[in-house]
């Protein structure tokens, strides 16, 4: 019988198989032809982006939904300079909608956000907040080395559960308001969420993206994320040092004059109980569950946590709100997830208010893959590739830095960073084969500047959960009344203070330029290509 670690592994590598298949037949299949050529494949995303630019950089405008309008309104444009049947550049936007890759993110957004309400609805800040005043640190130092450690903690959770959208969703709901208490700079702090986020999506062995790395690059997964420690820490080492430096030299936040009230009134240890539910989705995710699985095992202990400590009701976890009229509301009214109300009627509760939140972001999402695929399907991305492959890589130095940089191209178009990965790998293997560069050295290229930059791009699916998130949190008028809209970062503003992320790519572009870590394809085999 297998071992569930074994199992899940299974189930995982047959999901990637399918990611895979979609991928390769995304590359394969029937071409939309566009009035002024290939190029022009690329106009939604191109639109897109000086939409999104125009929105959030120039207006300082973080509306997830106005960016919706934006790719929808890109994708309408797009449809005018298509060749013939305009039922074919339709279908295409349906396929790109439909692809797994885009519904994996998806469902991770929407369990880690249920998980993430229930901790913080069941008092979870309020015992970060009681851990971060016991501390034998100053008041005035312990907002300035709050980033630099919360970067720590990230990273160490993101590797352990595989996932640093799920890891973002968690450390904004309940780290970020922790810290904003306690007075830390919130743009570092966001930017010290996202870091952890690019070093756990890295190296840890069960991340998509690392999976996706090695079985592309035909390469053995332990033998890919062993190779990778020397990159990584240098840029983990360093990160760790700017937040320190830039948290002593970048003003923190003042909420107001009630802040020492708020901190004593958020302060409550039992909160750290749910300590045991984050261990129990990192120990369940280690052992190979499906993500889901895991998270859905840290929703059932976090409930009967806050149940049995009194830190939530049965209604702040779920509540039907039914109106006076309803036929069997008076009788239903007994149960205590249901109440008759006058007004305000609907659904409610820790679980309703962790996934609604990301609805908004789940179409942007969808939309903007579904871009992605409009620019495969009409030669835009192969133009680009080939462009890349046989112009600019004409050595092997040159071929690994048109890696790095053809990695970054791809990143800041397919805004999901396992679809980006999946999209360029095919190119990044043909690429390394020609100059002999070995598939360990090809993976952790490929992997190191998806993780970063699917963390920088401030239309990238990362940085959006994470404003969602916020978004959340200054919508939520009972224990974050405190949390204004003015105290959520701009998806722009943090861009320069992804520390891990910038620190990643630049020591893969120095490795490049100066052939440090290069291995050719005799240097060493891969002992697992076989099972892969």
Do not use: C
């Not at 339709?90 to 369990?111: H, S």
């Not at 004593?264 to 750290?272: F, I, K, V, Y």
């Not at 560069?437 to 920088?456: E, H, M, P, Q, V």
């Amino acid at each position: 019988m297998p071992s569930d670690k074994q199992a899940g592994s299974d189930e995982l590598d047959e999901t990637l198989r399918q990611e895979l298949a979609e991928g390769s037949s995304a590359r394969s299949g029937p071409t939309l032809e566009f009035y002024g050529g290939k190029w022009m494949s690329a106009l939604p995303i191109g639109l897109f982006i000086v939409w999104a630019i125009f929105q959030s950089g120039l207006l300082g405008i973080g509306d997830t939904t106005g960016l919706s309008i934006g790719m929808l309104v890109s994708l309408t444009v797009g449809m005018l300079f298509v060749k013939g049947d305009w039922k074919e550049y339709a279908n295409v936007i349906f396929e790109g909608m439909t692809r797994r890759v885009a519904a994996t993110a998806i469902v991770a957004w929407l369990w880690a956000g249920m998980f993430a309400q229930t901790l913080q609805d069941g008092g979870f800040v309020d015992g970060l907040v009681w851990a971060a005043q016991v501390m034998p640190v100053s008041d005035a130092l312990l907002p300035q080395l709050f980033p630099a450690v919360t970067f720590i903690l990230a990273a160490l959770l993101a590797t352990g559960i595989g996932t640093g959208y799920g890891t973002t969703i968690a450390f904004t709901g309940l780290f970020f308001p922790a810290g904003l208490l306690l007075g830390a700079n919130p743009v570092l702090l966001f930017g010290a969420i996202l870091s952890g986020a690019v070093f756990g999506d890295n190296l840890a062995p069960v991340s998509d993206t690392t999976i996706v790395s090695a079985v592309t690059q035909d390469s053995d997964i332990g033998g890919v994320v062993a190779s990778r420690f020397k990159y990584a820490f240098v840029a983990a080492a360093l990160a760790f040092t700017a937040y320190i430096i830039m948290g002593l030299s970048m003003p923190g936040i003042d909420i107001g004059q009630n802040a020492q009230q708020l901190l004593e009134a958020q302060s409550n240890p039992l909160g750290l109980v749910h300590l045991i539910s984050m261990g129990v989705v990192i120990v369940t995710a280690i052992r190979g569950r499906h993500i889901v699985e895991a998270i859905s095992w840290g929703i059932f202990t976090a409930i009967a946590a806050s149940l049995a400590f009194g830190l939530a009701s049965v209604q702040d976890i779920l509540v039907f709100n039914a109106p006076e009229g309803a036929p069997f509301a008076a009788m239903l009214d007994v149960l205590p997830f249901v109440q008759v109300v006058e007004e305000g009627t609907g659904v409610a509760g820790s679980l309703v208010t962790g996934a609604s939140g990301f609805f908004p972001l789940i179409v942007l999402t969808l939309l903007i893959v579904a871009g992605a695929q409009v620019m495969i399907r009409g030669g835009g991305f192969e133009a680009l590739q080939n462009l890349l492959l046989n112009v600019v890589a004409t050595n092997v130095r040159r071929a690994e830095t048109t890696m790095v940089l053809g990695t970054a191209s791809v990143n800041a178009m397919i805004t999901i960073n396992t679809a980006a990965e999946i999209a360029i790998a095919p190119y990044i293997s043909r690429m390394g084969e020609k100059f002999n560069i070995n598939g360990y050295r090809r993976a952790n290229i490929l992997d190191a500047n998806t993780s970063a930059l699917g963390y920088i791009f401030p239309w990238a699916g990362g940085v959006l959960v994470g404003v969602t998130q916020m978004e959340q949190l200054a919508a939520n008028n009972g224990e974050f009344a405190w949390f204004t809209q003015e105290m959520v970062v701009n998806a722009i503003s943090v861009v320069p203070f992804v520390f891990h992320g910038w620190f990643l790519v630049g020591v893969f572009l120095l490795a490049a330029l100066t052939g440090y870590g290069r291995e050719y394809i005799p240097d060493r085999e891969s002992k697992e290509v076989a099972r892969v």
